[in-house]
């Protein structure tokens, strides 16, 4: 339970920092060409705590999912193949689909596959490292 609640922690932090880094600084210019489509940032300040709630979900699940099918294998193989797998089910999907509903520009929902699709690998291979002596013991 202990390595669980740990890696829940290390995955939630890393998901912030990493989504401050891809929708603040990398995408945060693209997004401020598209205001018309977003919350005014004083409005979207008081929904704040929600974006935290989202994230420890995420968080969570991540962790558990992953924890549920570590194998024998080598753990960078592990978490790529997780990270992937993450990501292909939730971040491509997920704005394809806000592109279709929202007149959001093809080159930033190209942007955000490429850098949320990347955030998750990395997460993938953080989860991967948090458990690789499980790795280690299976072997």
């Known amino acids: 339970m202990k390595r669980f609640l740990v890696a829940w922690l290390v995955i939630f ?67 790529l193949r997780f990270g992937v797998a993450v990501a292909l089910l939730t971040v491509v999907p997920t704005y394809l689909i806000y592109y279709v509903v929202q007149p959001m520009p093809g080159a930033l929902v190209a942007k955000q596959i490429v850098f949320d699709g990347a955030l998750i690998v990395v997460l993938g291979l953080v989860a991967a490292w948090l458990h690789r002596d499980r790795v280690a013991a299976a072997a």
């Not at 979900?57 to 999912?65: E, H, P, R, S, T």
Request: proline share 6%.
């Open 13 to 79: 932090v890393v998901w912030m920092a990493g989504s401050f880094l891809v929708h603040g600084l990398l995408l945060g210019p693209d997004y401020a060409a598209q205001k018309a489509l977003f919350r005014p940032e004083a409005d979207s300040q008081q929904y704040f705590p929600l974006m935290l709630v989202a994230h420890v979900i995420l968080a969570g699940a991540f962790v558990w999912i992953y924890a549920r099918g570590v194998s024998a294998a080598a753990w960078p193989g592990q978490g």
